[in-house]
């Protein structure tokens, strides 16, 4: 190192009296290894940066506030936003739109909160070190079922993506990644999971506990890139009816199958720090913000509503317990509400979500294993598979109870096995009712059982149709300015137009000419009418 | 963690190490010059007596210097002289202001009378140049403004770059907007680097210093840091020097490509009547200059035009200024108690307070013919208008001269201590007390937000819940703490030793270093971080610059002379930062890092080092044309092994045709001189772009480590340095006995083959990509009109204006790239970009969409946000202008300072959040057709406009929705013209006259009473001070919810003995 004087004397007298002046010499121009920066490495453990990616997923408070708390939460209707307009009430603003986005693709400025960087990157080691030869397959496998679960939200939240050229920035010096369509996309996720699941090699060994979702456990991953296959199978439904059965049986078929108990729960669990903030990766999103400036949020009166009706013992754990429950009233903010007729003249009546769900400790769920039970039911109804519509929803309300309590070791928020049994037999499997019927069931319990996950409530009513949602009430007596989707609801996010629009203006034109107008009404294209 | 503890441990060897050899280095200097000192210890002496060739009276005060030497001496009250020289052939020149400088060659003599004839100033005059060479001003073939400490208050100013401000064409300053402490962006003739930082080189005494801006605001929020200028004592500065072009600068190398500002300090050389004590007292009022003039005061707060009717709808109405005519009823408000519903007058008045700075300063110095010492210290102490905000400062400096002989010797130590309290957050609203102010309706009072502050339990008091990250202002100054102290050593050791009477040899061994202990604090308690976090870090700077120069005069004939420099040098820089963070205090308001529930250790580390040889030959035949040659090459550590070398040239020739063809020149001409350079400047980047890298995570989870890919962005293996060429030519020309003159600098820049960081699409999985590319031309011109309308013996007026006109262009970008962005705003509709064919810094966002009448069109009733983004002006002016004025009359006399901006336009994010709450005067347009609505209410508003289909908009919306629509979608709307006359300087001085301190010890005594930024002749900004920047970097066009721009007066005693 060069902070020595001795040396930098000695150079000085080398340089005047032996190079001579003005011309170059190697004792002067050789900074030994100066210029590399000691507290970063080189190269690192694929477990390290896969335990990364996984809680990256999970979300930082920063992106998830605004993609679930402003946006999908609301707009499917679990939850009101009071304060910020965005998905409540059909407002377009670029900030909150886009930041899933940024932080999925880049991390926004925070290379750790990266899903698509880091996971490149990853699979970019994970590929040098089989070509040295080592036993990688089970990594790799991981690995590409993450990637998978990562694209699908991005697609599924904006349409037409960059995916095939993304976040190779560094590895392949790819600067405008081209935009993807959906379609393609899809196909290349099924061909991904399918080949990931039978990459699986139970002698090989795995990320163990640095995997922070199954602690290693191979046939654990087989089942949630089975059940992920199968969520993505049923996006199809409108837009290519055959596909979706093909690749949805070809999910349930496949080594390992899917997720059949909570135990298979894709999820992770968090802790109460030390890294919390906008860009905290040991906490809960939906708490960090919930509790740290974003406590705007009402339970909706639609789903309020759905559950009083019902008798629904999960009420007084998703919302505030110990006093009447009251749904706010979707469009509707802190201030126009006193103009709606269930305003009782205190904003305080209205429900909040119960603060036993909103510790930064409680676990972020990728996928549950209800939703792959009311999947199976669907399948049954459509007539995909000879199994019954009835046992797979009554399996599917049962888990949707039960996985409540890990929200809460304490049991505070156990359902009891004799209080699902009331709910089934006062709320049983529609049997006798049309398909449409059947469907609009199953999809609602689907709806009321991603209770916080709005990203998955809000695509899956995409697809199904269910919840049958009444738009917000919406229009521009409700300041500040709404309602700019002329009264429906929004069928996507928007692009980063502000960046995308200058740094990758060829792919972005291209992709507004394929895919239409950079709003919130366009619809991806699985998403048909 | 073993391998963080080895790691550790191998800095602070590497620190003690660097230490070691520091002293090692400069006692190896010492032994090896001073062997060599026995050996020429000739001397001879030679007295006599100067003359004024006209009246034959002796001149006292003449400076006389052995050339090639610094032995010198000047001339008593008789005229008389006496100096040891190295020996009987040794040459002396005589210099005295208003006089023609002579050489003579003492040929023996031991008694010499040399009388020296009236003549032209501007032949006279020195300025210091690059490596703190003197050089004749007439010698130069580039231009160098020198600011000498008269000519500007030191007193009142605390960022000794803020001194700048008006002075000098083509010196761009602006302060960042955070009051005392805050940092200042200094261009000089525009940005040379679409994303370099941009700054020149400060060198002090011939020594580099840090200038790092450790922290900044951001459209986040956040807040300044500060930067390294703003720490040295304006009292100490003798002169400012500014090299501004590529020629001026070439000898400083890599780091002088944006321009270098040279200070040099007082000593006590030339003093030859013993010891004289200055000092100086000052005590400074401050308060905001710029206010909310274009605010409305006749609607509260409130939502729908409605009051608050409970405690509850008070809560959640405290951002909006959306109620009902303030008629004086008796309203609910924020603490469940009525209050009546009136305008509260002037917020920033009721929340700001009068500044108060004080500053005393103490030198010491004297000298002989042999030895000189400065000695002085310095306390300030100044009060921020941001209640509970303020920096304290204390400056000593120590600086001897000796001479053992043939050998001179110079070492200073300047050491200051400056402690910060509670740096304004800026920009975004968390923890921003000036955003909460600036969206505070008007009937609430600060008196009640004040009693408020805190609840019983010790939380954040809010004012209102609708947005939990604008904060109780109070609870901010109060309970928020972001305070840091600066530990600061600059110094050197120099050592000159004549080889012969034309050749000395320099070594120079120059050091800042210093460390910044920080400290910030969100309280337990605040409403958007109720369990509170809590940093402590430390950052260590060391950059330490040692230079070998070999400096020849000779004098070849009589009319030829060569002097030539030729050097080495050594800079290093090492920035090390330790720090722990915490989050949420297990026992609420104990502030100390074990009380945190969760740590994380902080460490960063970074190092860089540039080699250079270096070498300059200036000719100069007969005393009017001169040529200057110089080369450097520099060896950087942060560019690849193959590409780390650059060299470059310049060359700068002078011609005083006046001198040249004297007998031809007219009787009116005092002075002509043409000049032209061309200089070529490489510049390296940051250290660590080169390869990827891994980052292990400062913290686990479940116990399992975590890594990501360290860097956001891409970096490039193969990097070359940048390249700036520019070509300069002007002219000197003086009039009438001097009394009229004119300066004019036409320059010509490009900048090539850029290092960027340049944002790139998200996508790519980084923000941005390292890149070696773009073109960015800068060209412009620089005026400077000198005049002396009055001089008589008892009063004189000078006056001069200075002009900067530059007009950049970014002439490429990379590849087929068209725009960069440089910075955002938080509402994220304004962006600040390079875009090719446009000028540097362009302000980019949406319009209306306008039909062919230019009516808005409307669609719901709501402006219509354009589809494509246009450019809506630049964030750097056009020209700038300063009118400097010196009055004087017998013992009274008059500065005044007139600083113009003219061209740039700001995106004011102050305006644009007005708009959202209701207080911006402009929303008063459609309330008073809603004002009649009881509830429920209904849309009111029709604004004026054509719908999509060309009818007129029939459409009515509330006014929140409109004007929040406004905020959020149309640019355009917040973009004003940032033009200014500001009299940024006026102050009145008073001499006591000599009769009065005859009898007493004192030898002079002055009063001055100083005016600073007192008021805007003209401002075409509403409601924010048009200087305000978020930040120092080059987004410069954005502002929001800084602290607003102050005036300052102060009164200052100054008394020598």
Aim: glycine share 8%; charged share 20%; hydrophobic share 35%.
């Amino acid at each position: 190192m060069y902070s020595n004087y001795k040396t930098i004397i000695r150079r000085l007298v080398i340089t005047l009296l032996a190079c001579g002046l003005l011309t170059t010499c190697d004792s002067i121009s050789d900074f030994g290894n100066m210029n590399q920066d000691p507290t970063r490495a080189n190269t690192v453990k694929p477990g390290m940066l896969f335990s990364t990616v996984q809680l990256a997923a999970a979300g930082t408070r920063y992106e998830v506030w605004r993609t679930q708390l402003i946006y999908g939460e609301n707009i499917a209707q679990q939850l009101v936003d009071a304060f910020y307009s965005g998905g409540n009430n059909y407002t377009e603003n670029m900030d909150w739109l886009t930041a899933f986005w940024t932080t999925a693709y880049s991390g926004n400025g925070n290379p750790d909160r990266a899903q698509v960087k880091n996971i490149e990157s990853l699979i970019n080691i994970l590929k040098q070190k089989k070509d040295e030869g080592d036993q990688v397959a089970n990594k790799m496998a991981a690995a590409r079922i993450m990637r998978a679960f990562i694209y699908s939200r991005i697609t599924d939240l904006y349409g037409d993506a960059p995916y095939s050229e993304a976040g190779k920035g560094a590895i392949n010096q790819e600067f405008t990644p081209k935009y993807d369509r959906q379609k393609d996309i899809y196909n290349d996720m099924f061909n991904e999971l399918d080949a990931a699941v039978k990459q699986f090699d139970s002698s090989q060994p795995t990320y163990g506990s640095q995997d922070l979702m199954y602690g290693g456990e191979i046939t654990k991953w087989e089942k949630f890139g089975n059940s992920l296959r199968l969520r993505l199978a049923l996006r199809l439904v409108k837009v290519n009816p055959q596909k979706a059965k093909n690749e949805a049986l070809a999910a349930i078929n496949a080594p390992g199958g899917v997720m059949t108990s909570n135990e298979d729960i894709a999820m992770i669990k968090h802790q109460n720090g030390p890294s919390s903030g906008p860009a905290g990766l040991n906490t809960n999103a939906i708490s960090e913000a919930m509790l740290d400036g974003g406590d705007h949020e009402y339970v909706a009166q639609t789903l309020v509503d759905w559950m009083k009706n019902r008798n629904d013992p999960r009420l007084g754990i998703y919302a505030e317990n110990g006093k009447p429950f009251l749904g706010f009233p979707s469009g509707y903010t802190s201030t126009s509400v006193t103009n709606h007729s269930s305003y009782t003249g205190n904003l305080s009546d209205y429900s909040r979500v119960n603060p036993m769900l909103i510790n930064k400790d409680d676990p972020t769920f990728f996928q549950t294993y209800a939703e792959v039970e009311f999947m199976q039911a669907e399948l049954a109804v459509r007539g995909w598979t000879n199994e019954s519509a009835k046992n797979h929803y009554d399996a599917g309300v049962r888990a949707a109870m039960k996985y409540l309590s890990l929200y809460d070791a304490k049991g505070g928020a156990d359902i009891s096995d004799s209080e699902v049994n009331t709910y089934l037999s006062n709320n049983p499997y529609n049997a006798s009712g049309t398909d449409a019927e059947k469907i609009e069931q199953i999809n609602t319990q689907y709806w009321a059982a991603v209770f916080l996950n709005g990203i998955e409530a809000w695509s899956n009513w995409r697809r199904s149709g269910y919840p049958d949602l009444e738009p917000a009430l919406v229009d521009s007596n409700n300041p500040p300015p709404s309602n700019q989707t002329n009264g429906k609801i929004p069928r996507r996010l928007m692009y980063p137009q502000g960046t995308e629009g200058i740094l990758n203006a060829k792919n972005y034109q291209e992709v507004i000419d394929r895919q239409g107008e950079n709003n919130m009404v366009t619809r991806v294209w699985w998403d048909t009418k | 963690m073993k391998d963080g503890y080895v790691i550790r441990t191998t800095f602070l060897q590497r620190e003690s190490k660097s230490i070691r050899y520091l002293m090692v280095g400069i006692l190896a200097i010492l032994f090896w010059i001073n062997g060599t000192v026995s050996a020429r210890a000739q001397q001879f002496t030679v007295s006599g007596t100067v003359l004024a060739a006209d009246s034959q009276k002796p001149l006292p005060g003449v400076n006389i210097i052995e050339v090639g030497t610094q032995r010198g001496t000047t001339t008593n009250e008789d005229g008389k002289f006496k100096l040891k020289v190295s020996s009987s052939e040794a040459s002396l020149s005589f210099t005295f202001v208003g006089f023609t400088s002579k050489t003579i060659k003492i040929n023996g003599r031991s008694q010499i009378t040399v009388s020296l004839s009236p003549g032209t100033k501007e032949l006279q005059d020195v300025v210091v140049t690059a490596l703190a060479i003197n050089r004749q001003a007439k010698s130069l073939g580039y231009s160098v403004s020198q600011v000498d400490s008269k000519d500007f208050d030191a007193a009142t100013e605390t960022n000794a770059a803020n001194l700048l401000q008006g002075q000098v064409a083509g010196v761009n300053v602006s302060p960042t907007s955070g009051g005392p402490g805050s940092s200042s962006r200094v261009t000089i003739r525009g940005a040379s680097s679409l994303a370099g930082n941009n700054q020149p080189l400060y060198v002090v005494d011939g020594i580099p210093i840090d200038n790092t801006n450790i922290g900044s605001s951001g459209m986040w929020g956040g807040y300044d840091g500060g930067d390294g200028i703003s720490q040295i004592n304006p009292d100490d500065i003798k002169s400012i020097s500014v090299l501004k072009g590529a020629s001026a600068a070439a000898l400083y190398g890599t780091r002088a490509r944006d321009g270098v500002i040279q200070i040099t300090t007082k000593s006590g050389k030339g003093l030859s009547q013993g010891t004289v004590v200055n000092f100086s007292s000052t005590v400074t009022l401050e308060d905001a200059l710029t206010g909310f003039t274009d605010y409305q005061n006749k609607y509260g707060q409130g939502q729908l035009g409605q009051k608050p009717r409970t405690q509850g709808e008070a809560l959640a109405t405290g951002l909006d200024s959306w109620g009902a005519p303030l008629d004086g009823s008796q309203v609910i408000m924020l603490d469940g108690k009525k209050h009546p519903y009136v305008d509260q007058g002037n917020q920033l008045d009721n929340f700001y307070r009068t500044g108060v700075a004080d500053k005393n300063s103490l030198s010491l110095s004297g000298g002989n013919k042999n030895s000189s010492y400065y000695f002085s210290t310095t306390y300030q102490n100044s009060e921020s208008i941001v209640p509970n905000s303020g920096l304290k400062k204390a400056s000593l400096t120590l600086r001897g001269t000796h001479a053992f002989g043939n050998l001179h010797a110079d070492v200073k130590a300047n050491y200051i201590r400056q402690k910060m309290n509670n740096r304004p957050w800026l920009s975004d609203s968390p923890g921003n007390a000036n955003f909460s102010v600036a969206v505070l309706p008007p009937n609430i009072s600060t008196k009640m937000l004040k009693d408020n502050y805190m609840t019983a339990d010790g939380k954040e008091g809010v004012y209102q819940n609708a947005n939990t990250f604008v904060n109780n202002p109070y609870w901010v100054v109060n309970q928020f703490s972001t305070d840091d102290q600066k530990d600061r050593l600059i110094g050197y050791v120099k050592l000159d030793y004549d080889l012969t009477d034309w050749a000395t040899l320099t070594g120079r061994a120059g050091l800042d270093w210093y460390t910044l202990r920080r400290t910030s604090l969100t309280p337990w308690g605040t409403a958007y971080r109720p369990n509170g976090d809590f940093t402590e870090d430390e950052y260590r700077v060391l950059e330490s610059t040692t230079d070998i120069i070999l400096k020849l005069d000779k004098q070849l004939t009589d009319a030829f002379s060569v002097q030539g420099t030729f050097g080495g040098s050594v800079n290093y820089h090492k920035n090390e930062t330790v720090g722990i963070s915490g989050s949420n205090f297990k026992v609420p308001k104990l502030r100390t890092i074990s009380n945190m529930a969760n740590i994380s250790p902080i460490y960063d580390f970074s190092e860089k080092q540039i080699n250079s040889v270096y070498g300059s030959v200036d000719f100069s035949f007969d005393d009017y044309w001169f040529l200057t040659l110089t080369g450097r090459n520099d060896w950087s550590s942060t560019l690849p092994k193959e590409n780390n070398s650059f060299f470059y040239p310049s060359v700068s020739t002078s011609f005083v045709f006046s001198e040249a063809f004297s007998s031809a020149m007219p009787s009116w001409l005092s002075f002509g001189k043409l000049r032209a350079s061309w200089a070529e400047v490489g510049s390296d980047t940051d250290p660590y772009q080169l390869n990827l890298t891994y980052n292990i995570l400062s913290f686990t989870h479940q116990g399992q480590s975590l890594a990501s890919v360290s860097q956001d962005a891409i970096p490039l293996a193969n990097l070359k340095p940048t390249l700036t060429d520019e070509f300069e030519v002007g002219f000197n020309l003086s009039f009438l006995d001097e009394r009229l003159g004119i300066n004019f600098s036409w320059y010509n820049r490009h900048t090539t083959n850029q290092i960027l960081s340049t944002t790139v699409s998200n996508t790519t999985g980084f923000g941005s990509r390292v890149i070696n590319a773009g073109r960015l031309n800068n060209r412009g011109i620089e005026i400077l009109l000198k005049g002396t309308p009055v001089s008589t013996n008892n009063a004189s007026w000078n006056t001069s204006i200075n002009f900067a006109r530059n007009k950049s262009k970014v002439a490429a970008l990379a590849g087929d790239q068209k725009t960069l962005i440089l910075g955002e705003s938080r509402t994220q509709n304004a962006f600040i970009t390079a875009t090719v064919g446009h000028p540097y810094g362009t302000i980019r966002g949406y319009k209306y969409v306008r039909d062919d009448q230019g009516n808005i069109v409307m669609k719901n009733g709501l402006p219509v946000q354009s589809s494509e983004q246009s450019i809506l002006g630049k964030g750097t002016p056009d020209w700038t202008a300063g009118w400097n004025n010196m009055i004087s009359y017998k013992n009274i006399s008059l500065n005044f300072l007139v600083d113009i901006h003219w061209g740039a336009q700001l995106y004011s994010g102050t305006n644009a959040e007005a708009y959202t709450a209701g207080l911006h005067k402009n929303t008063l347009v459609g309330r008073a057709g809603c004002d009649k609505q009881g509830t429920p209410y209904s849309p009111c508003y029709v604004a004026d406009g054509v719908d999509v289909n060309g009818g007129p908009n029939k459409t009515a919306v509330v006014p929140s929705a409109y004007y929040g629509h406004i905020e959020s979608n149309i640019t355009e709307q917040f973009v004003y013209d940032a033009n200014f006359v500001k009299l940024r300087q006026l102050q009145l001085s008073y001499q006591l006259p000599q009769s009065l301190v005859a009898k007493t010890p004192i030898r002079s005594a002055k009063i001055s009473a100083t005016g600073r930024n007192l008021f805007y002749i003209y401002n075409s900004v509403p409601n924010v001070d048009p200087e305000s920047a978020i930040n120092r970097g080059n987004a410069q066009g954005l502002e929001l919810a800084g602290v607003p721009g102050a005036r300052s007066f102060g009164l200052s005693v100054n008394l020598s003995f």
